[in-house]
């Protein structure tokens, strides 16, 4: 374990990618058992934050640590050594970790921690620790990209073909993991065709951008919700199978049965933008025009 730890890490610089990953898994089992805590209504554990009446989320905390040690970092780039990065690393993956647990919250701009919509939190904090794991793997995403050549390569032109692909590359991913295709959005980062299928192919029907572009659409929110059934129904009855023949005798009949009622209950449209989203994004395309003015 040393010796790894010398050779594949320490020696290529990765020991702030190592620290970040424990910071991050760390501040995301703390605070995952702080808020089941406070669900439960723990008598001993300290209770939600709240100023002047107002629930302060832990998202907020989470941004405060991110530019506190990000600050810092940025600081001590040039004389710091690679422990003090690691430290500060760890600060800022259990930041990290703070704002990805209300990752929901903030793509639905609505509290939606306890509800199915929710889940995608969870699926963007396995996403980021299987991405850090990659790159201490020594794997690099937009490798098509060629990135390396672009410091190295004097040709201007190839420089902002580079630019430009790397751009495409990125707003693919935006959009695929907006409609809700996190794992294909992180495959798509190292693998490029990933990206361009999942942002192609129809949004899952309760991800946001069902949510924008389909209310209206019932057609294809329908569709969006028969593909959604048809791709969990067989991962759904392999679990409760499982689960079966875990407690006892497995029964198709009821793999099938129950698979039926998850389905019902987890696979739902979107709901429409609500008065407080819409305003949101209005703001927003109100300033971007007023930048682009």
Not at 65 to 86: C, F, H, K, N, R
Not at 182 to 199: E, N, R, Y
Not at 252 to 257: D, F, I, K, P
Request: with cysteine; charged share 20%; proline share 5%.
């Amino acid at each position: 374990m040393h010796r790894w730890l010398e050779e594949e890490i320490i020696a290529h610089g990765r020991l702030p990618l190592l620290f970040f990953l424990f910071g991050f898994i760390a501040g995301f089992l703390c605070i995952r058992l702080s808020v089941r805590l406070i669900r439960a209504n723990v008598r001993w554990w300290p209770k939600n934050v709240t100023a002047g009446g107002f629930h302060v989320h832990h998202v907020v905390f989470g941004m405060v640590m991110m530019l506190v040690s990000g600050v810092a970092i940025i600081t001590i780039y040039e004389d710091g050594t690679q422990t003090s990065g690691a430290w500060l690393a760890a600060f800022f993956g259990a930041g990290a970790a703070l704002v990805l647990d209300e990752f929901a919250l903030i793509l639905y701009l609505d509290d939606v921690y306890w509800k199915e919509e929710g889940r995608s939190s969870v699926d963007a904090v396995f996403v980021a620790v299987a991405v850090t794991a990659l790159l201490l793997l020594g794997m690099r995403p937009l490798e098509l990209m060629d990135i390396t050549s672009f410091r190295h390569d004097p040709n201007p032109w190839w420089r902002l073909m580079i630019v430009i692909l790397t751009v495409i590359n990125l707003a693919l991913a935006a959009i695929v993991i907006v409609k809700g295709k996190i794992w294909t959005g992180l495959l798509g980062l190292f693998v490029l065709p990933f990206l361009i299928i999942g942002a192609i192919r129809l949004s899952r029907p309760g991800a946001p951008w069902a949510r924008w572009r389909y209310s209206k659409k019932p057609r294809k929110m329908a569709r969006a919700m028969a593909r959604e059934r048809r791709i969990r129904r067989p991962l759904i009855r392999a679990k409760i199978f499982v689960q079966d023949l875990i407690a006892g005798k497995p029964s198709v009949t009821h793999a099938r049965e129950s698979a039926e009622a998850e389905l019902a209950r987890v696979v739902h449209p979107a709901p429409p933008p609500t008065a407080s989203a819409e305003r949101a994004r209005g703001s927003r395309a109100e300033v971007a025009q007023t930048g682009t003015a």
